[in-house]
């Protein structure tokens, strides 16, 4: 790819599998060079990363080849170079959060993912850029400026992890990790044409993870294929002390499942015939559909109503979550404090203003308000017992179809500035996704072909809790189709 | 739900935010544009299902209370704006007499 050194483009498991190996030429080192000779060279034009970590990969890579030469294993990531969304600590290494208010925050400890990872060998390459606090759908709202999609840069890369959506996608680096609170891993991925995945809520610890809206988010892994996504998930995966929340589910590994036996869901209320722009991605889930009719699968017609409610009990929970996780920068623990502030209270207000971007500002007010005196019972308590009444409907779902299969997103990416202005449109584009955090479900997006214009489209397959092995499997299926898959884009810069 | 810009400059004094005249004025009908949509909800009949069900967080159990070791205080410190090598500094906002 690009002239450069080809050996980043093999799938996951033979490019560690021949670090591994120490009589085969390939090291750690090579391929975490090739990276960031890939990174220095594009990134310019994509703006994917907001930091390198040239020297912490070269270490990390040294490490592994150090351990392959010793003969040890360095594990089934060696040598990986893996780019991490910048709301995941790394030790020494600012953390950002794509916003203002943290300043040069420096996290004193690892995030259990991003730890997991490394242990199994990946080689950290650098932080990726994001919405600020994970919120949004287009990393626009970056206090750090706009992500560009690989595959037009005149649009937006999907969100909030478009800055790992895009390095991946520009084949800058192989494996990310992103955080998913309502598709900010699947949207992107999408967008940019590449696999994502958010697993079963609790498979993965979310330690580490600066708080969004701690009852959705889940971190989880960004890749080139199903194959390369899974290998990054089962490093990941477990339970961890340090997050009450995780729970053992069996592993994500392959589990042989017969296609031909599967129960297909079509959810009525995932139609796309009444959204402009929806055309393209509607007829995707039908050709991909068709493909899996052909194996020997059944189509299951399910009506779920309160999907439809969805996004209003989402942007009601996420902000109310995320009104009290954010309340911590208040200008006395992390980063940024204003100048001269009168009293606490003064000084807790004006850093806030000053510190948080206009989109984190709107969800806290949100939030606050869903959350006050007066209005708490008609919006918080309503949302939390439509959200219960939503997870009941899938347990039902689930008991007539193994798996849901439907678009990521209504549309193909759009144009940078085009719904910067409007807040609601923005949130209404994660009207495919956000079911899934609200009822803890795994969730795959592939890439299922192209518009006319070229920009990628993504096929979501949905599976019930704990059941992430099914979901990859059956998407592995929908990769390998005629037109689907991964494409590297052209390189434009 | 009607959102005025009285309502949130109420909501930004209980969320610690100083919001400027102008921003008041931008997100006041961004916001009453919102709520429009999200009250949509209000006509949903979830019957007597219990808002406050745990699941799908569900806990298998808390970790037991073993001493191990801690973070370095200096690693916390120099985080904050201000500090005194021991505590973290803020405003007074006690009297001396208090």
């Not at chain 1, 220095?40 to 592994?64: C, M, N, P, S, W």
Request: charged fraction near 25%.
């Amino acid at each position: 790819m690009f002239g450069f050194d080809d050996s980043l483009d093999l799938p996951v498991a033979e490019m560690a599998q021949r670090v591994r190996d120490k009589d085969n030429p390939l090291t750690a080192s090579k391929l975490v060079e090739t990276s960031l000779l890939r990174i220095e060279t594009l990134d310019a034009a994509y703006g994917a990363f907001l930091r390198r970590t040239g020297d912490l990969a070269r270490e990390q890579a040294a490490a592994v080849d150090a351990k392959a030469e010793a003969g040890e294993d360095p594990g089934p990531l060696a040598g990986v170079p893996l780019a991490v969304k910048d709301n995941l600590a790394v030790p020494g290494v600012p953390l950002t959060c794509g916003s203002k208010i943290l300043g040069e925050y420096i996290p004193p400890t690892w995030a259990t993912s991003v730890k997991r990872a490394v242990d199994a060998g990946a080689c950290i390459v650098g932080k990726t850029n994001l919405d600020e606090f994970a919120m949004g759908s287009s990393t626009e709202n970056s206090a750090f400026g706009p992500t560009r999609n690989p595959h037009g840069t005149a649009f937006v890369p999907g969100g909030s992890s478009g800055g790992s959506a895009a390095a991946v996608a520009s084949g800058m680096a192989p494996l990310a990790l992103g955080s998913d609170t309502g598709g900010s891993i699947r949207q992107p991925a999408a967008l940019c044409g590449i696999t994502g995945m958010k697993p079963t809520y609790g498979r993965v610890s979310r330690n580490g993870l600066v708080a969004f809206a701690s009852s959705l988010d889940q971190v989880g892994p960004m890749a080139r294929s199903c194959a390369d996504a899974r290998a990054l998930l089962e490093a990941i995966e477990g339970v961890d002390p340090l997050d009450a929340t995780t729970r053992g589910y069996d592993t994500a590994a392959q589990n042989g499942v017969d296609l031909g036996s599967l129960r297909i869901g079509r959810v009525t209320e995932f139609a796309l015939d009444d959204v402009p722009g929806g055309e393209p991605a509607q007829a995707a889930v039908e050709r991909v559909r068709s493909a899996l009719f052909e194996t020997g699968a059944t189509d299951a017609e399910l009506s779920l109503p309160l999907v439809q409610a969805s996004i209003p009990v989402y942007y009601l929970v996420a902000p109310a979550e995320a009104s009290s996780n954010l309340a911590r920068y208040d200008g006395v623990r992390y980063g940024h404090r204003a100048e001269g502030g009168a009293d606490l209270m003064d000084l807790y207000a004006r850093t806030r203003e000053e510190g948080f971007g206009e989109e984190v500002k709107r969800r806290i007010l949100i939030g606050t308000f869903a959350l006050s005196a007066g209005y708490a019972d008609a919006y918080y308590k309503k949302a939390m017992a439509t959200r219960a009444a939503l997870r009941a409907q899938f347990d039902s779902a689930f008991a007539e179809c193994d798996v849901i299969v439907s678009a990521t997103t209504p549309t193909c990416a759009f144009k940078i500035g085009e719904k910067a202005d409007d807040p609601l449109a923005m949130y209404l584009c994660d009207v495919l996704t956000v079911a899934a955090n609200l009822a803890g479900l795994p969730a795959v997006s592939v890439p299922c072909g192209k518009t006319a214009e070229g920009l990628p489209l993504g096929i979501q397959v949905w599976g019930p809790p704990g059941r992430d092995g099914l979901v990859f499997d059956v998407a592995e299926q929908l990769e390998a189709m005629d037109g689907c898959g991964y494409e590297a884009p052209e390189v434009t810069s | 739900m009607d959102i005025d810009e009285t309502l949130v400059r109420h909501v930004a004094k209980l969320a610690r935010l100083e919001l400027s005249d102008d921003e008041v004025t931008g997100i006041a009908p961004q916001l009453a544009e919102i709520f429009g949509h999200i009250d949509q909800i209000q006509q949903i009949d979830v019957g007597d299902m219990d808002p406050a069900t745990q699941d799908p967080i569900t806990l298998e159990g808390l970790r037991s209370d073993e001493p191990g070791e801690t973070l370095d205080p200096r690693s916390i410190l120099r985080n904050a704006p201000q500090h005194d090598g021991a505590f973290l500094v803020v405003p007074r906002f006690f009297d001396e007499e208090e």
